[in-house]
């Protein structure tokens, strides 16, 4: 097939896409596929969470709370902490939906989750298992159907259906807690992989759902039929400048450590970035929260009834917050918002906590959760993307807030190394109390530099950005 030939089977591929575009029913059809994406990745990215005691358990051939445990659990969560390098990679992986359509990677995104979490219960070794993780993990980031509702929504509801799907997706992951309350067996760890087993069809059938009734992007469209339509000496032209585009654009970037330097060298944004560190090391208690409640069973402080309870319910919380915390951005300003998201993230950690020590009804605890994570996530949002954005001049933005995500992604990798280091020093049973101990002060240290160093951006020009 010559070059002329692929590229009118090409045009014809895009304008049938163009096509589905204006039919009454695609938009909505569209809206409800990509929703269900959005709840396959975000039970991806929470399934292993879940059962965490019982693959360890599994796998190690040990007990929840033994010695043999305790170092196991750290030594994997170490060793899997290195996949998280794998986001090294993902910029340059999304880049190529900029060149190849976004549709393709909706599609290998979608059913490269599912490979990931079926690679996962099939293991029988470390290794294999591992694997899964970072296959997991490679594909969970990319959030391509977030993009398709950019692209795809009239303007007046992008906003308003990101939102909506982001919420229903986050109170999907309570399906979690059924599926564990239902296919779990305590007296048989190995059964931890019956909770991947819907997960991963709803992967498989969504994603060749996909490959059928999901379209190019309107945006991605109209593009590309502008340049295969255009004649050769148009292309050259539009070639030349775009590559002049790209020149001046070069000469008006900045490099990593340019962005680095820009960052320390402003108050405003240097306590940005002690905020994010110090936020981002917070988290730790997220990637933890199974094995505090596995903690608080063991330890007689509840029953599995209880713990499969708070599994269910902090989800819907979480998404019902994380909505509320969208508004409160907009509304009250950026750093009133951020005490009162501070406020929920501090005050649910403790009194989850306390309910992991201490006999506490189960669906408080679930809600002390859901409020605490829903706080902890959108004033990170704020931090790494709006206040960092209202901080920096427009020519420079991009690179120091994908700098800003780098200092959050130093503040996390540290976290993961505590919480297993304290695993196999303090022990499973007492995780609770050492990993609140531990994140509280931060949380509230956080708060005070964002209150009486880092300054209101609300009402900020964007194009005459005012540095300190």
Not at 163 to 187: D, M, P
Not at 242 to 259: D, H, M, P, R, T
């Amino acid at each position: 097939m010559t070059k002329k030939d692929k590229e009118l089977k090409e045009i014809a591929k895009l304008e049938k896409a163009r096509a589905f575009h204006q039919h009454k029913y695609y938009f909505p059809l569209l809206i409800i596929i990509l929703s269900i994406v959005y709840i396959v990745d975000e039970l991806t990215s929470s399934v292993r969470g879940v059962v965490e005691t019982y693959t360890i358990c599994d796998l190690f051939n040990t007990t929840f709370g033994s010695d043999e445990y305790n170092m196991a659990s750290g030594t994997l969560g170490l060793v899997t902490t290195a996949a998280y390098l794998i986001y090294l990679v993902s910029p340059f992986y999304k880049s190529l939906a900029d060149k190849y359509g976004r549709r393709p990677f909706l599609i290998i995104n979608t059913l490269g989750m599912g490979v990931g979490m079926l690679v996962c219960i099939i293991s029988r070794s470390i290794p294999v298992f591992i694997l899964g993780t970072v296959i997991m993990t490679f594909f969970t980031p990319n959030d391509m159907q977030v993009i398709y509702i950019m692209e795809c929504a009239p303007k007046q509801h992008r906003a308003k259906l990101c939102s909506i799907t982001k919420g229903l997706a986050l109170i999907s992951v309570s399906l979690l807690g059924f599926f564990v309350k239902f296919f779990v067996n305590e007296a048989v760890p190995s059964t931890w992989r019956n909770v991947f087993i819907i997960p991963i069809i709803l992967a498989f059938i969504i994603g060749i759902f996909a490959i059928f009734y999901v379209h190019e992007t309107p945006v991605y469209t109209e593009k590309r039929l502008e340049y295969l339509k255009a004649s050769e000496e148009e292309r050259m032209a539009a070639a030349e400048a775009e590559k002049q585009e790209q020149e001046n654009e070069k000469k008006n970037s900045i490099s990593v450590w340019g962005a680095f330097k820009y960052i320390f060298t402003h108050k405003q944004t240097r306590a940005i970035a002690i905020v994010a560190l110090i936020m981002a090391f917070s988290t730790g208690y997220t990637g933890k929260y199974q094995p505090m409640i596995q903690a608080g069973v063991a330890n007689g402080i509840m029953t599995n009834d209880s713990a499969n309870i708070i599994l269910m319910f902090y989800p819907v919380i979480n998404g019902i917050f994380t909505m509320l915390g969208g508004f409160l951005t907009d509304s009250l300003g950026r750093k009133k918002s951020a005490l009162i998201l501070g406020l929920w993230a501090a005050v649910g950690l403790a009194i989850f906590a306390y309910g992991c020590i201490y006999p506490l009804n189960p669906y408080f605890i679930g809600f002390a959760y859901g409020v605490s994570i829903a706080g902890l996530w959108s004033i990170s949002d704020m931090i790494y993307f709006v206040i960092t954005s209202e901080s920096t001049p427009t020519e420079i933005r991009a690179s120091v807030v994908g700098s800003m995500q780098l200092v959050g992604m130093v503040g996390t990798g540290l976290n993961m190394v505590y919480n297993n280091v304290v695993t196999m020093i303090a022990g499973s049973l007492n995780l609770p109390f050492v990993l609140t101990v531990a994140y509280l002060p931060l949380m509230a240290v956080s708060l005070a530099i964002m209150m009486l160093m880092v300054k209101e951006t609300k009402d900020v020009d964007l194009d005459n950005v005012q540095v300190d």
